[in-house]
């Protein structure tokens, strides 16, 4: 069997299972202990314990989230997320045993929307599961708003589109959000923890070199020149700002 569904059952009654979550852990008791935790928070779990497993299932379904472990058999979490980022921009969170800052921050720069170092509080996962999935499901309202002009570049919160010289650029949600909250305050200096705390919704759960990561891949594909940036500005040892 390629993956294993678990029912949502709380106080004896069946729950309305919405959000789905996939669990991808080869070692049995973290599988099972994350799984438990989801379930009582009220989310609908599917794991799978090995890559090629996961894939299967990803082939006919889309989860709300993925929490995936990096050491896996058959394919592992680093080429599970390559080609989940090639061709989608479903939440996820990377498991790992490794400590590095090395390590996290080329997770996050794949495309990881966060990454928890194992041995972890199966409760503090489930907090970092409702953050991410807090800010994909509810953004901030857009009704109303009109495209967000600065010479090449053009922010549409109605579409979720950004241009630069007329092209569309494929920008992740984080990406999107994190440009759109410093355009939307020109100028204004924001910390990497305010950022963290108006995009992930957690700061004291999420590893601060996040904002440091998602800062330089918009660079890359918004700025002409990414190392001399025209709009994102840092100041220097405060946070960014949005130069209009």
């Given at each position: 069997?390629?993956?294993?569904?678990?029912?949502?059952?709380?106080h004896?009654?069946?729950?309305?299972?919405?959000?789905?979550?996939?669990?991808?852990?080869?070692?049995?008791?973290?599988q099972?202990?994350?799984?438990?935790?989801?379930?009582?928070?009220?989310?609908?779990?599917?794991?799978?314990?090995?890559?090629?497993?996961?894939?299967?299932?990803?082939?006919?379904?889309?989860p709300?989230?993925?929490?995936?472990?990096?050491?896996?058999p058959?394919?592992?979490?680093?080429?599970?997320?390559?080609?989940?980022?090639?061709?989608?921009?479903i939440p996820?969170?990377?498991?790992?045993?490794?400590?590095?800052?090395?390590?996290?921050?080329?997770?996050?720069?794949?495309?990881?929307?966060?990454?928890?170092?194992k041995?972890?509080?199966p409760?503090?996962?489930?907090?970092?599961?409702?953050?991410?999935?807090?800010?994909?499901?509810?953004?901030?309202?857009?009704?109303?708003?009109?495209?967000?002009?600065f010479?090449?570049?053009?922010?549409?919160?109605?579409?979720?589109?950004?241009?630069?010289?007329?092209?569309?650029?494929?920008?992740?949600?984080?990406?999107?959000?994190?440009?759109?909250?410093?355009?939307?305050?020109?100028?204004?200096?924001?910390?990497r923890?305010?950022?963290?705390?108006?995009?992930?919704?957690?700061?004291?759960?999420?590893d601060?070199?996040?904002?440091?990561?998602?800062?330089?891949?918009?660079?890359?594909?918004?700025?002409?020149?990414p190392?001399?940036?025209?709009f994102?500005?840092?100041?220097w040892?405060?946070?960014?700002?949005?130069?209009?």
């Open positions: 069997m390629a993956y294993t569904k678990y029912a949502i059952v709380e004896g009654q069946v729950q309305k299972m919405n959000e789905k979550i996939l669990v991808v852990e080869d070692e049995h008791s973290i099972e202990i994350v799984c438990l935790y989801l379930r009582r928070a009220g989310f609908e779990v599917v794991s799978a314990s090995d890559g090629r497993k996961a894939l299967e299932y990803l082939q006919e379904e889309t709300q989230l993925i929490v995936l472990d990096l050491m896996l058959e394919v592992d979490g680093w080429e599970i997320t390559r080609q989940l980022r090639s061709s989608g921009d996820i969170i990377m498991l790992t045993a490794r400590r590095e800052e090395s390590d996290r921050i080329a997770g996050l720069e794949m495309g990881a929307d966060d990454y928890v170092v041995p972890f509080s409760q503090e996962l489930v907090s970092r599961v409702r953050a991410v999935l807090r800010r994909v499901h509810s953004p901030e309202e857009n009704t109303g708003e009109i495209p967000l002009v010479d090449e570049l053009v922010i549409d919160p109605r579409t979720r589109t950004v241009k630069v010289r007329d092209l569309v650029k494929d920008l992740t949600t984080k990406e999107y959000e994190l440009l759109f909250l410093l355009a939307r305050y020109p100028r204004q200096v924001f910390s923890d305010q950022l963290l705390d108006h995009i992930w919704g957690l700061a004291e759960y999420i601060p070199s996040t904002v440091t990561v998602h800062i330089r891949r918009l660079r890359e594909k918004i700025e002409r020149e190392s001399n940036p025209r994102i500005v840092t100041v040892g405060v946070g960014y700002r949005f130069e209009p």
